[in-house]
């Protein structure tokens, strides 16, 4: 009985451990996250500069992935190459092992005032940033708490027969602690954590140092396949990072399997042993599988380039590309990913719109059909999005991020409903003018052409309004619904002369004209509610009455 409360005491502070990590990285991501990215897009002009910045960045959040992440985004995104956002990685490797360094000091002392000053500033309602840094340093106390825990508790299971059976058949398979270190890593999303539980072990003698520096090694591989693994269903290209820093560790994994009895010499040298040990083995792993790798980062991204193609076209258009599940752990990088594939919404809206413009000029059923089945990209990719956004804690976002994610949500579901009132109205009110034989006259059609046009022009604008929130571009929008009410108006006027002439033709045309304006006008409504009126609420403004209801 007393060994299992032990152990689940040992598991309570493992839990302690991670969730400790997990608030830090939180806090620093909520307080800084948009800085941080910026800051992370300056610096990746240069390797060396990238390098010291992956380091500095990773130091704040306390976790590679995070920092990897945005630089991934960024590579994928096209906006930097892939060399510097190599260095990134490397340099955020080499933050992490930092971490572990620092906290592998005994620095017990600290956790409850850090914990205490954390909570301080964590009441500071009246500061945001004050708030999400005591979160940090709350995280930071119970990070050197659940250490110190720890290290207490495996004090007794130095003389027990049974961890010495298991640890001694660690011991004689060097490549059972390898992937006991990668799985522990792996299922964590925490090579800080496993690094600093080795620590523990290491400190309170329970296992041997050759051992423990296999355990580290695998947990430092551990962390590089979470990235690749999440990116696997997305853009191809934003494989090629995390498929670089595989392999990288790889090598790194290798190197230290077959060195491992010289290498645990020299840190006995050097007069390290336990922790100490441990956390200067992590720190050169890391330091010197950078430093090899920087010389040569040009080569391996072409043979990254050649090994991972960009796509050439989406062979499944519905599919999404940029909801990367790995990134949710960096809530900037993941919305960041949300948005993009919300614009793709814009695009497949604008394919629909441009395919009913030819269809209703060209008169082509099979074109109305072929255009009302590209609906579906709309639903699966809107579908997509809100189960992504979906799965987010809230209490890991800040105002501003939740303000974004409620603008995608809004931005994609607007779209979808254009879609749908293209697929279930406007075409089929199109197909039913075929079918019917009624040709409008010259005048009705080319209103319907320009008011299509409209239309898609509309969508480009508010796909532009989506990443730019400009408060000008948004009213110039919003007025867009004034045309579209005169044109039915001027519609449903007309209709109403060919009914009372008695032309029966005519009457008829004139109403599935009718019908076909309000169906723009509807598709409109969706589009101005997708994008302008979120940034009108935001700066304040108040829409004129005539303008204010979405579903006009």
Same mark, same amino acid.
């Given at each position: 009985?007393?060994?299992?409360? %032990?152990?689940? #005491?040992?598991?309570?502070?493992?839990?302690?451990?991670?969730?400790?990590?997990?608030?830090?990285?939180?806090?620093?991501?909520?307080?800084?996250?948009? =800085?941080?990215?910026?800051?992370?897009?300056?610096?990746?002009?240069?390797?060396?500069?990238?390098?010291?910045?992956?380091?500095?960045? +990773?130091?704040?959040?306390?976790?590679?992935?995070? +920092?990897?992440?945005?630089?991934?985004?960024?590579?994928?995104?096209?906006?930097? &190459?892939?060399?510097?956002?190599?260095?990134?990685?490397?340099?955020?490797?080499?933050?992490?092992?930092?971490?572990?360094?620092?906290?592998?000091? #005994?620095?017990?002392?600290?956790?409850?005032?850090?914990?205490?000053?954390?909570?301080?500033?964590?009441?500071?309602?009246?500061?945001?940033?004050?708030?999400?840094?005591?979160?940090?340093?709350?995280?930071?106390?119970?990070?050197?708490?659940?250490?110190? @825990?720890?290290?207490?508790?495996?004090? &007794?299971?130095?003389?027990?027969?049974?961890?010495?059976?298991?640890?001694?058949?660690?011991?004689?398979?060097?490549?059972?602690?390898?992937?006991?270190?990668?799985?522990?890593?792996?299922?964590?999303?925490?090579?800080?954590?496993?690094?600093?539980?080795?620590?523990?072990?290491?400190? /309170?003698?329970?296992?041997?140092?050759?051992?423990?520096?296999?355990?580290?090694?695998?947990?430092?591989?551990?962390?590089?396949?979470?990235?690749?693994?999440?990116?696997?269903?997305?853009?191809?290209?934003?494989?090629?990072?995390?498929?670089?820093?595989?392999?990288?560790?790889?090598?790194?994994?290798?190197?230290?399997?077959?060195?491992?009895?010289?290498?645990?010499?020299?840190?006995?040298?050097?007069?390290?042993?336990?922790? &100490?040990?441990?956390?200067?083995?992590?720190?050169?792993?890391?330091?010197?599988?950078?430093?090899?790798?920087?010389?040569?980062?040009?080569?391996?991204?072409?043979?990254?380039?050649?090994?991972?193609?960009?796509?050439?076209?989406?062979?499944?258009?519905?599919?999404?590309?940029?909801?990367?599940?790995?990134?949710?752990?960096?809530?900037?990088?993941?919305?960041?990913?949300?948005?993009?594939?919300?614009?793709?919404?814009?695009?497949?809206?604008?394919?629909?719109?441009?395919?009913?413009?030819?269809?209703?000029?060209?008169?082509?059923?099979?074109?109305?059909?072929?255009?009302?089945?590209?609906?579906?990209?709309?639903?699966?990719?809107?579908?997509?999005?809100?189960?992504?956004? /979906?799965?987010?804690?809230?209490?890991?976002?800040?105002? /501003?991020?939740?303000?974004?994610?409620?603008?995608?949500?809004?931005?994609?579901?607007?779209?979808?409903?254009?879609?749908?009132?293209?697929?279930?109205?406007?075409?089929?009110?199109?197909?039913?003018?075929?079918?019917?034989?009624?040709?409008?006259?010259?005048?009705?059609?080319?209103?319907?052409?320009?008011?299509?046009?409209?239309?898609?022009? #509309?969508?480009?604008?508010?796909?532009?309004?989506?990443?730019?929130?400009?408060?000008?571009?948004?009213?110039?929008?919003?007025?867009?619904?004034?045309?579209?009410? =005169?044109?039915?108006?001027?519609?449903?006027?007309?209709?109403?002369?060919?009914?009372? %002439?008695?032309?029966?033709?005519?009457? @008829? /045309?004139?109403?599935?004209?009718?019908?076909?304006?309000?169906?723009?006008?509807?598709?409109?409504?969706?589009?101005?509610?997708?994008?302008?009126?979120?940034?009108?609420?935001?700066?304040?403004?108040?829409?004129?009455?005539?303008?204010?209801?979405?579903?006009?």
């Amino acid at each position: 009985m007393v060994a299992i409360l %032990d152990m689940l #005491n040992i598991a309570g502070a493992v839990a302690l451990l991670l969730w400790g990590t997990h608030m830090v990285q939180t806090g620093v991501q909520r307080a800084f996250g948009p =800085r941080l990215r910026t800051f992370l897009a300056r610096t990746l002009k240069n390797r060396l500069a990238a390098l010291l910045a992956g380091i500095g960045v +990773t130091t704040l959040l306390q976790s590679s992935t995070a +920092t990897g992440l945005m630089a991934t985004a960024f590579a994928a995104d096209g906006l930097v &190459p892939l060399v510097p956002a190599m260095a990134i990685m490397l340099g955020a490797n080499i933050g992490t092992a930092l971490i572990v360094t620092v906290l592998s000091f #005994n620095i017990a002392i600290l956790a409850l005032p850090l914990v205490l000053l954390g909570v301080l500033l964590f009441r500071r309602d009246t500061s945001a940033m004050l708030h999400d840094l005591g979160r940090s340093f709350i995280g930071l106390g119970l990070m050197i708490l659940a250490l110190h @825990q720890m290290l207490t508790l495996l004090q &007794p299971f130095e003389q027990s027969r049974e961890l010495v059976t298991m640890l001694g058949l660690i011991a004689t398979a060097p490549l059972l602690a390898i992937a006991l270190g990668a799985a522990a890593a792996w299922a964590t999303h925490s090579s800080v954590a496993v690094v600093l539980f080795v620590m523990s072990l290491a400190a /309170s003698r329970v296992i041997p140092i050759e051992p423990a520096l296999l355990l580290v090694a695998g947990a430092n591989l551990g962390s590089a396949l979470n990235p690749l693994l999440g990116a696997t269903a997305g853009d191809p290209v934003a494989r090629r990072l995390p498929l670089v820093n595989l392999g990288n560790r790889v090598v790194g994994v290798i190197l230290a399997w077959l060195l491992v009895a010289p290498i645990a010499e020299g840190l006995a040298g050097l007069h390290l042993a336990g922790a &100490p040990a441990v956390a200067a083995f992590h720190l050169a792993f890391n330091l010197v599988l950078a430093l090899v790798a920087l010389p040569f980062l040009a080569p391996l991204a072409r043979l990254a380039e050649r090994l991972v193609p960009a796509r050439p076209d989406a062979e499944h258009p519905g599919q999404p590309i940029y909801l990367d599940r790995s990134a949710r752990e960096t809530p900037i990088v993941a919305i960041g990913g949300a948005a993009r594939e919300a614009l793709r919404l814009a695009d497949a809206l604008e394919v629909m719109l441009i395919g009913a413009r030819e269809a209703l000029t060209r008169g082509d059923r099979k074109l109305i059909a072929e255009t009302r089945a590209k609906d579906d990209v709309l639903d699966s990719l809107n579908n997509a999005i809100k189960e992504y956004l /979906s799965a987010f804690d809230p209490e890991d976002l800040s105002d /501003s991020d939740q303000h974004r994610l409620q603008q995608i949500l809004v931005f994609a579901m607007n779209m979808e409903q254009a879609g749908d009132v293209i697929d279930r109205n406007l075409l089929p009110h199109a197909s039913k003018r075929l079918k019917r034989g009624l040709l409008p006259d010259a005048g009705n059609e080319a209103e319907l052409v320009e008011m299509l046009d409209r239309l898609i022009a #509309n969508t480009r604008t508010a796909a532009s309004l989506f990443v730019t929130e400009d408060a000008r571009i948004a009213r110039s929008l919003a007025e867009e619904k004034l045309a579209f009410r =005169r044109a039915e108006q001027m519609a449903t006027t007309s209709h109403f002369a060919h009914m009372r %002439d008695g032309i029966s033709a005519a009457s @008829q /045309s004139s109403a599935l004209h009718l019908d076909l304006i309000r169906d723009m006008k509807q598709v409109n409504s969706h589009i101005v509610a997708a994008a302008a009126y979120p940034v009108l609420d935001r700066v304040g403004e108040l829409l004129p009455t005539r303008l204010a209801s979405p579903a006009e």
